[in-house]
């Protein structure tokens, strides 16, 4: 039931970008056949303002990765003192402990990162 919503989105959202991605060629090409160069860039991708760019990414994403894990292991121990409290296909408490591990990576990632910046 739910890969009736699913599939048509997913295509509509393939045309989409596939749409997009070819106006912009053919409009890139029509502005450099017209010798207007500068203008070229016009329909690039707007880059953030902020000057600080992604400094420590393998550390982020490896202190996410420890956070999920840690997560998991969390919800397995869980599963152990109680199978009732975490059922797998009813209970949301699971998705909620990933969630708030994966937050804290993320957390711990900035404060890591603003803490080095000053």
């Avoid at 203008?39 to 690039?44: A, C, H, N, P, Y």
């Avoid at 393998?58 to 969390?74: D, E, H, N, R």
């Avoid at 599963?79 to 402990?97: C, E, S, T, W, Y």
């Amino acid at each position: 039931m739910d890969l009736d919503i699913l599939i048509p989105a997913i295509i509509f959202f393939a045309a989409y970008h596939i749409i997009k991605l070819i106006s912009t060629h053919l409009l890139k090409r029509k502005l450099i056949k017209a010798e207007q160069y500068e203008r070229v860039g016009i329909l690039d991708e707007a880059q953030p303002v902020n000057d600080e760019v992604n400094r420590y990414p393998s550390l982020k994403w490896g202190l996410v990765a420890l956070m999920t894990g840690i997560g998991f292991i969390v919800i397995d121990l869980l599963k152990l003192i109680d199978k009732a409290m975490i059922d797998g296909r009813n209970a949301v408490l699971p998705f909620g402990i990933l969630l708030v591990f994966v937050s804290l990576g993320f957390l711990i990632y900035f404060f890591i990162v603003n803490g080095k910046r000053k």
